[in-house]
């Protein structure tokens, strides 16, 4: 890319706010300019963006804003990079706004990342509304986006034949952000857990999606899908850098989908995030010709390797068919803006 | 895919003939059609594809012609698979007649992967041909095409900063075809390797292909690409089904690329391929945020992996735009045309 790529932040949680560092990052050496940032937190609007962000940079003389038309129409971004919420629900207007003002927008919310099955309407209007206005619209991250769906789809690239994928993700949470550990119920109670659970909205979001999206990949048509959650609990104290979880307590979740076909699971899906977890490592096996037994040593860092994600996949919408998008659609994802050190 | 793929397989040679089975494999199922088989060989010319299988399949209908353009003209394929030599020079009129008939190619050809550099006259003619027919032609396998490319670039796709890759291939030349084993010189003298390798034409085609495009993929300018090509000796007695390698006679080979930076070697390429090899893997080391240490366990297994990207790969050329394109510019690679078995 011979020119600045011109990103607004839509979101400064924090995600937003890592989004905005590498942003910035990348800006001195001249592969992208943060032009504009959205928030509409009180606290946060009005504020220099490097005011908000935990490193000493200097000010960018980018003003958080909670106005995001006013924002969109003063800076005619490339891309907006939107990450407020994990569901759909709520979301649509924001990245309809963004559309229109023919910007294309990378999103960090979960249920965007393969949206047919549980929003097919709104994935339709989002789709009209990309395509009217000449823009991609793609939801990704390290987890839906990549981990348990772009890359087992990658990891079949040279089969003639497959029989089944499974794939695994084992994430120490303890070495992940506070929100995560919180979110995965380390240090509640197993009765807790189970209130959670029964409550909705719990466990991660974006499973049943990487699962659909890996199945639509390959043309499989799956019978059924079916989930379970079940609480990990630690078989000793762990100290985090947040929280302590005594033995007996809740260390996080074991999420796991399974496609079935024909009653096998040719297509299972198996997460663990919990802190203390041991040997953690994304994992991705193929029966097929030739088989593949793929793995990642250590597990992909998801704290950063979510923002890479959508910073990466902002460098190529540019290129993709205007649309909503899921990352199977994209040219092969890879590092943006980076140099040799 | 609601129809099936029309292909007519360009060149039969073993990797042509593997190709063939698989597309008359999927064919069954409804997601392939061979619509036609071109070769030069005499002894192949005339005779019914099926017929030149090393499988009890039943006779398909379709003659090997030598006479591609007639092929072209009478069977209009969707996609020409195009699997004749590893070089350029003389395959360019073969390659722009089926752009001329406007049928996408994809071709094994191992410096048509990514051929700006050693052919940019050539890669310049071939993508206006192309573009002119308005299809897309792409040059792929196992290798170059997937394991020391494409797999090392999605390797980064999460990453917000790379310092340098590392690629490895370790191949169990005896696990493969022959003419693979002939190629790496197993069971030659060193002495006859070193002959080989001055006359040229020697040591793997397509590593330098890989590097490049894995810089060019990151936006990488490298100052300089060192290879060095090597024979590996047998230390014992390696028997294979179709060789013998004694103790101190050639094994094969092991061919290394390395992109230097400010005289940093920030990509290397690292290939070794010979007979009785220990541990068989692929992997990529990632230096960067977050780093990744990715291993395809015993390796991915060519003779078929280099079918599967050229058959997988056909499935998405026709969404590509036209012209000639490289693995980067096209969606994620994963298998067409499976079920779970």
Redesign the interface.
Known sequence: ?DRPLRILQYGLGPIGQSCAQ?IL?KQAAG?TALVGAVDVDPEKVGRDVADLLDDDRAPTGIEISDAPQAVLDETDPDVVLHTTTSFLDGVEAQLTQCLEAGAHVVSSTEELSFPYERHPDRAAALDEAARAAGVTLVGTG?NPG??MD??P??A?????????VHVQRVVDAGERRGPLQKKVGAGITTESFAEKKAAGGFGHIGLRESLLMVAE????SIDTVEETLQPVTADRRVETPVTTVEAGEVAGIHHAAQGL?DG?A??TLDLKMYVGAEAPRDAVQVE???????????G??GD??????L??VAALVE?A?AGLRT???????????????
Do not use: K, Q
């Not at 990352?327 to 050190?341: E, K």
């Open positions: 890319m590498t990052d592969h390290v990549y981990a772009t890359l789809l990658a079949t690239g040279g089969c003639t034949s497959v029989d089944a990949g390959l043309g499989w076909v096998r040719c297509l097929g010709t030739p088989p593949i037994d793929l793995t990642v040593d250590g992909i860092f950063t390797a979510t923002v890479g994600m910073v990466n290129e068919p990352m199977m659609d994209l040219p092969v994802p890879r590092a943006f803006g980076t140099r040799p050190a």
